[in-house]
């Protein structure tokens, strides 16, 4: 979630978006019959209809994000609509910026997003909830693809459904609440197994960018904090690798570095095995820089690592350098 507090600063709140200590996804069904594979890539979508501006934009920002990382589109679901709308206007009835709604209170769905996907009639398998407030949709996508947690949960290769909730109304102390549930059909033998990434992507997603520009320097105050011995102000942007849902990243080096010099960027590296919050999957590996970035400056990132599938016995070896520039002040 990410609460933007201040006009045009990335700064705010971010808590977890499924998969950990805050909102855990639902388990994960075996399809019947199953099906030989994943989806390859989707790459094209039906045009959403039903939503307004505000809401096309952010699915709009948020497919094009994907599409540009290398992964499959996200199709509107109606029914997933009304569970992420629903919850948008509750955070606005309640006044209350959480993933979980207490039964009771006004316009109460359901407690965790997948009750709440449920009882609009969608069956969820894995995914995420991710949702922000304050500030205009369409840049909340990028925010939260900006926190470490919440970029997981937007570069998940899987997902093949999307819905987008989006509430202009103010609370005491909210507004203009953002939410979007990423998931899975169980229902369907097939959509349910998800996707892959894109032929072109090898099989690994690295982010931000080759070749970005404008790249905040600043992480965000994502919540709960992933490097919690630090002020979460204080982070920089971070870099990550990410593979498919059902493979093992190992991490042999990981660093950021001053382009220019080639000094390293004090960063921590965060895994599945030493993620203080017990946020990321096994898929995923990012490190944050410990302090902000530099402005206009640019850096490179080198990954050297491998992937393997259960049962872990033989390994892809993986390599990945690449840049990206920061923005102005």
Known sequence: MFLRVAAGALAGTIAGCGGGTDAPGPPAPVPVPAPPAPLSAVLSVPTPVGYDADRLAAFDRLNAIRLSAGLGMLAQSTQL????????????????FSHQESAGTVGFTGVAWWNRDAAAGYASTGGA?????????????DALTNMLYHRECVLSFSPVDVGIGYSSGRSTSLSRAF??????PS????????QTAQGVSGG????????????????GLESPNPVPTLDVSTLGTPASISVDLWKRLTVTSFVMTLASTGE???????QSSNDPNHEIGQEFVGIVPTQPLLPQTRYSVTFIGASAVSPYTSTTPIQRTWSFSTASP
């Open 187 to 194: 229902a369907d033998p097939i959509r349910s197994v998800g």
């Open 179 to 184: 939410v979007a549930d990423i998931t899975s």
């Open 81 to 96: 609509d009304q569970a992420a709308q629903a919850h948008a206007d509750w955070v606005i009835a309640n006044d209350s």
């Open 264 to 270: 390293v960027v004090a960063s921590r590296l965060l």
């Open 204 to 219: 690994v997603v690295a982010w931000p960018l080759d070749g970005a520009t404008g790249v905040p320097t600043r992480m």
């Open 129 to 141: 909830e991710v949702m922000a407030a304050n500030g205009q949709a369409i840049a909340e996508v």
